[in-house]
């Protein structure tokens, strides 16, 4: 079990669960990260973070903060 | 019969290219009383019937979170629109339908508009479109919006659907179980709490009920027993799914589009995005990023600047004093006119107006780019580069997008923070926006450096460029900690794929903006200019001046005066312009050009006895940092909300312009001599 935040730009992994309350639980949720969803990691922003994932055919940046809150399974 | 429809789809999904393609030249833009956020209004155009557009603000969902979004649910809820037009964006189908699933519960005949469809079938997908309509219940078309096809269509299509009586049921999107959970809590809200969202549609309403959506609990004022009763169908949901209630909603909600779509649309070969990704390694390379982007700001400022300015001012100025100014007054002499008719129209009127229109082409350029910059999707990159640095001051990455906009004109620029989800960071943002130099102050900046500043024109406007920067970041860091305190809302922010800005998107742009800045000069710079020029030739007892330091202009300069004086430009003539230019910035020009147009020698003659070089640099971080004007203080005041931060923002505003001047003013002129 690991974090969307550990994978390496060009890993992929499956949403496990989302361990995180309110508001950016459910706008993640609005926005396709739900359990099952595939996940691949594009690319880390200049200064370390944010990182940009690409999901459901389109690129989503979030913070480390949030993406240490998803959990993925391979 | 007059029917009103909704344009609804996420951002970035081709809304308003497809507005524009669908009311041609009835656009016009309106605001709607009591509704803080801008909507656009238009007729259909190819149409005999009386079909009034409504462009809603791009939204991902039904949720409440930013204020555009609110304002999108509120016009679908209250105002019911008797069709809505479902724009997605064919190339990022699957996230786009996640719209139309909510969209679907409102129980209002929908029709989709696939967009972008040749950039679909470029990528080799096909979408078979009688089969989204079978899975999703409402009929499709594919257009492309940039490209003007399938209009024709998707007009014939709005008009069927219109005057069809019965709109078929949508499908279901929840398995069973969980709809008949739905129905029968509906059921239960109907019998027991009748009062509660009457209005609303049936499904919509237990759903976001269940969601314990905020806007709607708000509604119900904190309903104990309603609270209990939803508490036990979120249970029942938690049991039946074996997931929390918002990941099962959301999950189905996602399964249903991945069933249908996989069932409408057909892969034939696989093209990736390779070039896009080559692309975007450079530009957001991990060294290469931020200088890149300085770079661009660097050429835009340069180009616009420099190399238009050199280019066109002396013609134009040429234009209006050789030729203008000249042949007026001969023409009007031969007619007979009486002189005080020439010097009002040469003086006034032409000098005022005209010390305007010279910084057009400049305007023009710097459009130009912000427009590119729009379109091409490198905003939504640079707040991407930005948010770790904007973070340490308070603000999202998403907190440059307003910033980078109101670099062309504060206005949208302030109105750009709607799409900041947390209050505070959308508040603090509104203030700091004004702060970044906009285009309407330009030309203070350019007649200053080339009168005072010669051979470092660009850099010296690079200089103020750097200062708002330093500005912003200082204040945010400050106001986040003091004034605007609290917590981040977090960042979520779709990063859009690089697309080649089209020539018609940016010219229409240029277009819209330019048509402003020449309305304003030809509105309110005129008549404040015949004002102005009354007020500087006459006395208080209404008698022709004989210099125009007896005017009652001059004499309210005088009074006001004093308070420049620590700033360096202690002078009426430039304390009266700071005031003209509360109504626009323009007219800070306008207004020195017709006061000093009497005096020997031409403007920049006249200019440079009333400011010293570190005077006139005082002077224009003062017009820079100050106030914006009338327009962006009034749409500050609407973006804040209320009256106590609005003042506090301005008094900020001011009193920190003043600091900075008279900080570079005492220092400055003690080191230069």
Redesign the interface.
């Known amino acids: 079990m690991c974090t969307l935040k550990d994978l390496k730009p060009g890993q992929k992994a499956y949403v496990g669960s989302i361990a995180v309350e309110g508001l950016m639980r459910r706008k993640l949720m609005d926005m396709g990260v739900t359990p099952g969803v595939e996940v691949q990691v594009n690319k880390t922003a200049p200064f370390g973070d944010p990182i940009e994932v690409r999901l459901r055919g389109y690129s989503l940046s979030l913070r480390k903060k949030d993406a240490e809150n998803i959990l993925m399974v391979q | 019969m007059k029917y009103t429809i909704a344009l609804a789809g996420n951002p970035n999904s081709g809304k308003t290219t497809l507005f524009n393609c669908l009311t041609g030249s009835n656009l016009y833009v309106g605001n709607w009383p009591g509704v803080t956020v801008e909507k656009k209004e238009g007729s259909l155009k190819n149409t005999t019937k009386e079909i009034t557009l409504v462009d809603l603000p791009g939204i991902?969902?039904l949720?409440p979170?930013s204020m555009d979004e609110i304002v999108s649910r509120n016009f679908l809820l209250e105002e019911r629109p008797d069709l809505i037009i479902n724009i997605i964006d064919a190339?990022?189908?699957?996230?786009n339908l996640?719209l139309s699933t909510q969209l679907m519960e409102l129980d209002c005949p929908m029709v989709g508009a696939l967009n972008m469809m040749d950039v679909v079938k470029k990528t080799g997908v096909e979408i078979d479109i009688h089969q989204m309509e079978k899975v999703f219940g409402y009929p499709f078309v594919e257009i492309s919006a940039q490209k003007e096809t399938g209009i024709d269509e998707l007009i014939e299509l709005v008009e069927k659907v219109l005057v069809d009586e019965h709109h078929p049921a949508y499908p279901q999107i929840f398995p069973k179980e969980m709809t008949t959970l739905f129905t029968d809590f509906d059921h239960l809200v109907q019998e027991r709490y009748p009062q509660v969202l009457p209005e609303y549609p049936k499904l919509f309403r237990a759903i976001k009920l269940i969601?314990k959506d905020d806007e709607v609990l708000l509604k119900i004022h904190d309903n104990v027993d309603l609270m209990n009763d939803i508490s036990v169908v979120r249970k029942k949901i938690e049991t039946l799914t074996n997931?929390d209630v918002?990941?099962a909603i959301?999950?189905y909600r996602?399964r249903f589009i991945t069933d249908g779509i996989s069932k409408a649309t057909k892969k034939t070969n696989d093209h990736g995005w390779q070039f896009q990704d080559k692309l975007?390694?450079v530009l957001?390379?991990?060294?290469a990023?931020?200088p890149i982007f300085f770079f661009f700001m660097f050429v835009i400022y340069y180009v616009s600047i420099t190399l238009v300015g050199e280019l066109t001012i002396g013609a134009i100025e040429w234009f209006i004093n050789d030729v203008l100014i000249v042949g007026v007054a001969t023409g009007l002499a031969n007619l007979g006119a009486a002189g005080w008719i020439i010097a009002l129209i040469n003086d006034g009127i032409i000098t005022g107006v005209g010390a305007v229109l010279t910084f057009v082409p400049q305007l023009m350029v710097l459009f130009v780019f912000i427009s590119i910059l729009e379109d091409s999707g490198y905003m939504?990159r640079v707040a991407?580069?930005m948010?770790?640095?904007f973070r340490h001051f308070g603000l999202s990455?998403k907190s440059f997008i307003p910033m980078v906009v109101g670099l062309g004109c504060s206005v949208p620029g302030i109105m750009a923070t709607r799409t900041l989800?947390n209050e505070r960071e959308r508040k603090l943002t509104a203030v700091l926006t004004p702060f970044i130099s906009c285009g309407a102050k330009m030309p203070i900046y350019v007649l200053m450096a080339s009168v005072f500043f010669t051979s470092y024109q660009t850099l010296l406007v690079f200089s103020l460029y750097l200062i708002s920067l330093l500005v912003v970041f200082s204040s945010g860091f400050i106001l986040s900690k003091t004034w605007f305190k609290g917590a981040d809302?977090?960042?979520?922010?779709?990063?859009?794929?690089l697309r080649m800005p089209k020539f018609k998107n940016t010219a229409t742009q240029v277009w819209i903006r330019i048509k402003e800045f020449i309305v304003r000069a030809g509105t309110i710079i005129f008549a404040a200019s015949v004002v102005l020029w009354f007020l500087q030739n006459f006395t208080l007892t209404f008698q022709m001046v004989q210099t125009p330091d007896e005017s009652i202009l001059a004499m309210f300069g005088k009074v006001i005066a004093p308070i420049f004086v620590p700033l360096g430009f202690g002078n009426w003539v430039a304390s009266v312009a700071l005031l003209t230019g509360i109504a626009a910035k323009e007219m800070i020009i306008s207004t020195m050009s017709v006061l000093l147009s009497g005096q020997s020698g031409d403007f920049t003659t006249a200019i440079s006895q009333i400011f010293t070089p570190v005077s006139a640099y005082s002077f224009v971080i003062f017009v820079l940092l100050a106030s914006p004007c009338m327009a962006a203080i009034a749409t500050m005041k609407k973006e804040l909300g209320n009256w106590r931060d609005f003042i506090f923002a301005l008094l900020y505003q001011i009193g920190l312009a003043y600091a900075v001047s008279f900080i570079i003013f005492q220092v400055g002129s003690r080191i230069i001599i």
């Open positions: 991902y969902s949720a979170y190339s990022n189908i699957e996230r996640y969601e997931h918002d990941s959301a999950d996602y975007d390694k957001m390379n991990r060294y990023a931020l939504a991407f580069i948010d770790r640095i990455g989800e809302s977090g960042y979520l922010l779709e990063i859009p794929p």
